[in-house]
């Protein structure tokens, strides 16, 4: 036996039986170079005078009126065709340029994949060192080094003339190298420590499954500026004007910058990860090899290493001489992976929005959107869980606290953001959120980074407390659900952060818009509606498709698992209150029912008036429920969530009996009046309960346990006796919380009191109708005449009365709201009996004053109007016009008259209502 091989190294180091480090780097690295030239070739292959056909056919579409009416929920089927008609095959060819830039950077990866390995044997003139003679010993030296590195499959030996004492690891599929410099092939004689080391650092790599990662990030590193960079630098060369050459141009460049980096970040991290398997003496050889390289390791040499396929001897040497630094998650990973998932989304969203089906239930953009962050959560998920089940790892092995994941969390959302404005498409948008908007946004998904990243690391820390540490298997298993469930929770982020960003736009149908208008001050998006607007778009995932809710939710408990007292604990506390709420929500609807009762009012309209009172305690309970784990319990948010569902559970058949019992609100005492509600109802109600509601109380044990983790700190530097730290810490919680409620609560309101005049207080309040009479001229040729028969114009009167009429309240802000309970007018035309039905909701802005009274900025919910002329059907649901006329009040009694140009004319009497 050699010297080499007889050199003992003591037992091998212990590694964490988790993924390398380089493959959740790899991951980010193609995210980023497939978004990119995704969006690069659409802008090579764009066909420039279809598309300025296109816009000048859009443009002459101006005296149509628009397409889709955001406030009014319509869609103007005119409209919509003519603009599908000018678009044409637009979607098609956008799907085609994409695919067709993912085609050509397949393409050149491949080829440069394939031809790497041959070029190198050829340019490095490598020869079989099983071809060579007096390599017997040699050869058997390494077969043995081979077995105890643990690769299964012994690689190819070729040797190079290089003098260099040093190696690589190099092939394609199914074929593994390993080059050995001629001073490394003489080292086995004269320095077999070294020899040793080198070469099973080379092995490490075939025991890390790497080299295929390597060889494909070295060629994406060539196929980017050669597959994407080039041409699309010469179609913006010679289409492109001068004047906007240097925009485009800087963003090229950061584009090659972000790609670059994050492909060699991925080399460096491999020979990061196979130094880590060297034993405890091997280690030390390999440090003292690497201290005598005389590269210079200055400022400007740290810098260059950036840009080098392999860090500097220096770094790698820091990295052996302290293996704490391992236990250390570093931000900077999260960033660049972040940044890459941020440049590559706004060209996925693109292409996923163009196909023809996303996602089963949810509206395109919200479909796109899920679609897109499945496939961003899957990288971001390996980086996150890899960083974080490694840190968690080695702290539990060798000692040393754990990441706590915050920083970590923060840097991956940070990442996300600047990238996203870095795309090439945010270059090219014309509707950007105002900046008070997207700083919102952006301080929001900073604090939901942080929230994951913690996640991450307390089910990192919960479920490798309860396996040994040599147990490997389970081990993996456990990072395997870690990493399934971090990426459903990923999924959602960015989904919710691209749904809510589109929906913040700066136009006239931006969402906030269209909240502000319900609000009552459609001009003026203030923080609240910020709130309400993310408040509808869980809303509307809940109503769309649940399971986008119920997935990450079910996720978000997979820390849970590992800590079964603390789970039983926050079970308990769910089902005691659970059990209490299911007894008072009853007693509340009932309060609720005395306070509005009058017999005037419909069934509907008195459920729109207290519906708040049946969700509303719903949340609340389980908003207590999650704060009091996360606060008396010293449960983790994640156990809040568990508490707060289980809560659910019991509250949601009360909250269905609740909602069959509305109907009796105003009427007497009788078990009769109990109807099954309709599957809209039951639907809504349970998903408020199990869905809605636990997600609000998520953030609020999140926010609550933030803002007293702020305060512990700050009273543990100021508090002098520690026996009050208690009180004072939940009193300033109090108080801090109470001045940002009065804040903005008060802010708002000092906008909504400018933004109202002419208001006369004797209209506020709830109204119901008691006589209405409608008169509507009808054309001939009109949908009404035919279906009447008319051979002439003539006009309709209508008529209701108060068992078929409607309420309407008032409100002193100057917004108002008709809540229609199956509201019916009856005439007749020309022999037949004509009758308008109307159900739904509609809120709008009002001023009353000196006898004048208008209505405008009207938003409709739900609103179906329909006009039944005998037994034929027709639906004249329309967004809802301003209007205007004269009003009389007097006491308990309200009459509003108006007249619109076409002669047709309104007058509705009503009464006060006590609700």
């Not at 490694?390 to 754990?402: F, K, L, V």
């Not at 990072?479 to 736009?505: C, I, R």
């Not at 636990?694 to 520690?722: D, I, K, S, W």
């Not at 730290?725 to 903005?744: I, P, Y």
């Amino acid at each position: 036996m050699s010297e080499a091989t007889s050199h003992r190294a003591g037992p091998a180091a212990v590694t964490p039986p988790l993924p390398s480090p380089a493959l959740g780097r790899f991951v980010a690295v193609v995210t980023a170079v497939v978004g990119t030239s995704m969006f690069g070739w659409q802008t090579v292959l764009i066909d420039a005078a279809l598309t300025r056909e296109r816009a000048e056919c859009v443009s002459g579409l101006r005296g149509f009126p628009p397409p889709i009416d955001v406030r009014a929920g319509t869609v103007n089927e005119e409209s919509a065709a003519a603009v599908q008609r000018c678009l044409g095959t637009l979607h098609a060819d956008v799907v085609r340029q994409m695919l067709v830039g993912l085609a050509v950077l397949a393409a050149v990866t491949a080829a440069i994949y394939l031809a790497a390995p041959w070029c190198e044997r050829r340019l490095r003139d490598l020869r079989r060192l099983d071809r060579l003679p007096g390599t017997e010993a040699l050869r058997a030296d390494l077969a043995a080094l081979v077995r105890e590195a643990g690769v299964r499959r012994p690689p190819t030996f070729v040797v190079s003339r290089s003098a260099r004492v040093s190696g690589n690891t190099f092939g394609t599929f199914g074929v593994r190298y390993v080059r050995l410099d001629l001073g490394l092939v003489h080292a086995h004689r004269t320095a077999p420590g070294v020899f040793r080391a080198v070469v099973l650092h080379e092995l490490a790599h075939l025991r890390n499954a790497d080299v295929d990662l390597t060889r494909l990030t070295i060629a994406l590193a060539w196929a980017f500026p050669l597959g994407v960079l080039a041409p699309v630098a010469v179609n913006y060369a010679g289409a492109v004007a001068a004047a906007h050459l240097l925009g485009d141009a800087w963003r090229l460049a950061v584009f090659a910058l972000v790609v670059q980096v994050s492909a060699w970040s991925v080399l460096r991290a491999r020979e990061f990860a196979a130094d880590a398997r060297l034993s405890r003496v091997d280690a030390a050889t390999a440090r003292a090899m690497l201290a005598a390289d005389r590269t210079r390791a200055g400022r400007w040499s740290r810098l260059a290493a950036v840009f080098r396929f392999q860090p500097l001897a220096g770094a790698r040497a820091d990295e052996l001489a302290r293996p704490a630094r391992r236990v250390a998650a570093r931000p900077v990973e999260a960033l660049g992976a972040g940044l890459a998932a941020g440049i590559a989304a706004p060209p996925l969203l693109d292409l996923m929005s163009h196909l023809p089906r996303t996602l089963g239930g949810p509206d395109p953009l919200t479909g796109g959107a899920f679609l897109v962050g499945l496939l961003l959560g899957a990288p971001l998920a390996l980086v996150t869980t890899g960083a974080l089940w490694r840190s968690a790892w080695w702290a539990r092995h060798g000692g040393g606290p754990a990441s706590r994941g915050g920083l970590f969390g923060a840097a991956l959302a940070a990442g996300l953001l600047v990238g996203r404005r870095l795309a090439w498409s945010a270059g090219y948008a014309s509707d950007r959120p105002a900046w008070w908007v997207e700083l919102t946004w952006a301080v929001l998904g900073i604090a939901g980074g942080v929230l994951l990243g913690r996640w991450v690391a307390l089910g990192a820390r919960a479920h490798l407390r309860r396996v040994a540490v040599g147990d490997a298997t389970r081990t993996r298993l456990a990072w395997a659900g870690a990493a399934v469930a971090t990426t459903v929770l990923t999924a959602a982020f960015v989904a919710s952060f691209l749904v809510l960003n589109a929906w913040s736009g700066d136009s006239e149908v931006s969402m906030p818009r269209v909240l502000a208008a319900r609000e009552g001050h459609p001009d003026q998006v203030t923080a609240l509606t910020l709130l309400d607007t993310l408040g509808w778009y869980v809303r509307v995932l809940a109503d769309q498709a649940p399971y986008l809710l119920a997935l990450p939710l079910a996720a978000a408990l997979y820390p849970v698992l590992a800590n079964r007292p603390a789970t039983r604990r926050a079970i308990r506390l769910g089902l005691v209150a659970g059990v209490v709420g299911a007894a008072a929500l009853p007693a509340v609807v009932a309060g609720v029912a005395v306070a509005v009762r009058d017999p005037g009012l419909g069934p509907a309209a008195l459920r729109g008036l207290v519906d708040g009172h049946t969700l509303l305690p719903v949340t609340l309970v389980e908003m207590t429920v999650a704060v009091a784990a996360v606060a008396g319990r010293r449960l983790s948010v994640w156990h809040a969530l568990l508490a707060a569902g289980t809560a659910g559970l019991l509250l949601a058949p009360v909250l269905v009996a609740v909602t069959a019992a509305l109907p009796c609100l105003g009427t007497a005492a009788d078990l009769s009046c109990v109807r099954p509600p309709e599957q809209v109802l039951v639907v809504r109600a349970v998903s408020h309960a199990l869905l809605v509601a636990p997600v609000f109380a998520t953030l609020a044990a999140a926010l609550g346990a933030a803002v007293t983790a702020a305060l512990a700190m700050a009273a543990l530097a100021m508090a002098a006796r520690a026996r009050h730290r208690r009180w004072l810490l939940a009193g300033a919680a109090v108080v801090v919380l109470l001045g940002a409620s009065g804040a903005v609560g008060g802010v708002h309101r000092g906008s909504g009191r400018a933004a109202v005049t002419g208001q006369d207080g004797c209209l506020v309040g709830v109204w119901r109708l008691t006589a209405g009479r409608y008169h509507v001229p009808v054309a001939a040729d009109s949908p009404l005449g035919t279906l009447a028969g008319l051979r002439q114009d003539a006009s309709v009167d209508l008529a209701s009365g108060p068992e078929t009429g409607f309420a309407s309240a008032y409100r002193v802000d100057g917004t108002a709201t008709d809540l229609f309970d199956l509201t019916v007018a009856e005439g007749s035309l020309n022999g037949h009996t004509v009758r308008n039905v109307r159900r739904g909701t509609q809120t709008y802005r009002w001023t009353a004053g000196a006898g004048r009274y208008r209505q405008r900025d009207g938003v409709t919910a739900g609103d179906v109007n329909l006009l039944r002329v005998d037994g034929r059907e027709l639906d004249i649901s329309s967004v809802m016009a301003d209007s205007e006329g004269s009003y009389r009040c007097a006491g308990d009694r309200l009459v509003i008259r108006l007249a619109a140009d076409d002669g047709s004319w309104g007058e509705e009497t009503f009464v006060r209502s006590r609700a």
